[in-house]
């Protein structure tokens, strides 16, 4: 009974091994789509009054269904120490890419 624990516990480990050997992160496996028609400019959109602890997220254009799709702006809860820098359209390659929203450093920023 010993040896059969045994060897059902090393071919645990070997499965779990080779499993963790042939993982592939997210992020390694994205691909950069370029589009190569330029985005609408952007919609105006009337900014509501400031909120504590918030920032405002303007709205941006989107691909979905092979052309461009307008999303609202929306209200991003505040981090201390970091700015908000929304999603858009870079050049990139002879067209567009698109860079998501982020949360970058402020240099300015002191506790």
Do not use: C, K, Q
């Amino acid at each position: 009974m010993r040896h059969l624990t045994r060897t059902l516990a090393a071919v645990a480990a070997l499965g779990m091994a080779a499993g963790a050997a042939s993982y592939t992160p997210p992020a390694a496996a994205r691909e950069v789509v370029v589009i190569r028609t330029a985005p609408p400019p952007p919609r105006f959109e009337r900014v509501p009054p400031p909120r504590v602890g918030y920032v405002w997220a303007p709205g941006y254009w989107n691909w979905y269904g092979g052309r461009y799709v307008w999303v609202g702006g929306r209200w991003a809860a505040g981090r201390p120490g970091y700015v908000y820098r929304g999603p858009g359209w870079r050049p990139y390659r002879g067209g567009y890419h698109y860079e998501r929203e982020t949360w970058v450093r402020d240099p300015h920023w002191h506790r």
